[in-house]
């Protein structure tokens, strides 16, 4: 059974930094590329950055990019995602979410909980 | 960039009923459209890819049809655990960061 399972969210103050965690386990993790999307209270999803399955290749949404910083270790089947310079508008529920692959990339197979990020002073 | 939207932005709809949730590219994508649904406390699960391929253990009154830029959600007797938010979705492009802006389905 695929498990993804988030961690890391705590309050934090506008400014500050913090690194969020997705341990997986269930399928074999380095054959797939994965993600971090978000929800912000009353929000729809927002995805947010996604790393290739050996971490050669990254993107990230317009509005983390050179805040953010995705990236795994396969050894530890587990993903990341280094959050710095947060914004109130940064608070939302981090989810991450394995990528199906094969013929179908871009499409979120499996889900984690989420992680939830406060930013307030 | 790729805009997705999504209509209603809510609906109510009696159990049994046939519903349907419309999703618009602002360009065409294909095939490469994918639906989530989103129960309130639980994490996003995958209904449809493909534009309507069935994600495995997914129940059969779900479907996905549609191509190019017009993209069709039904869901063929409706059922009170459908209660939720459900999500379109394009991966055509690389990254696929475009979700529609969600409908909520309510049960009367």
């Known amino acids: 059974e695929v498990q993804l399972v988030e961690s890391g969210g705590v309050v934090v103050q506008p400014g500050g930094s913090l690194r969020l965690s997705c341990a997986a386990s269930?399928?074999?993790?380095?054959?797939?590329?994965m993600h971090w999307v978000r929800q912000a209270p009353g929000k729809g999803l927002e995805w947010v950055s996604l790393?290739?399955?050996?971490?050669?290749?990254?993107y990230y949404a317009d509005s983390v990019k050179g805040r953010f910083t995705i990236s795994r270790d396969n050894s530890k089947n587990s993903l990341y995602l280094q959050v710095n310079s947060l914004r109130t508008e940064d608070t939302a529920l981090y989810h991450c979410?394995?990528?199906?692959?094969?013929?179908?990339?871009?499409?979120?197979?499996?889900w984690g909980q989420g992680t939830l990020v406060t930013v307030s002073s | 960039d790729i805009q997705m939207t999504q209509s209603p932005s809510s609906l109510s709809a009696s159990v049994g009923d046939r519903v349907t949730i419309t999703c618009r590219a602002s360009q065409s994508i294909s095939s490469y459209l994918n639906w989530y649904q989103r129960k309130p406390g639980r994490a996003p699960k995958l209904l449809i890819y493909?534009?309507?391929s069935l994600q495995n253990g997914v129940p059969s009154r779900f479907s996905g049809s549609g191509s190019g830029t017009d993209f069709t959600l039904t869901i063929s007797s409706l059922q009170p655990e459908d209660l939720a938010t459900y999500y379109c979705?394009?991966?055509?492009?690389?990254?696929?960061?475009?979700f529609g802006q969600g409908t909520k389905l309510e049960i009367k």
């Open positions: 979410a394995k990528d199906r692959g094969g013929s179908y990339p871009g499409v979120f197979d499996y």
């Open positions: 493909g534009a309507s």
């Open positions: 979705q394009q991966s055509y492009s690389t990254p696929p960061e475009n």
């Open positions: 269930g399928f074999i993790f380095d054959d797939y590329t």
């Open positions: 790393i290739s399955w050996d971490g050669d290749k990254t």
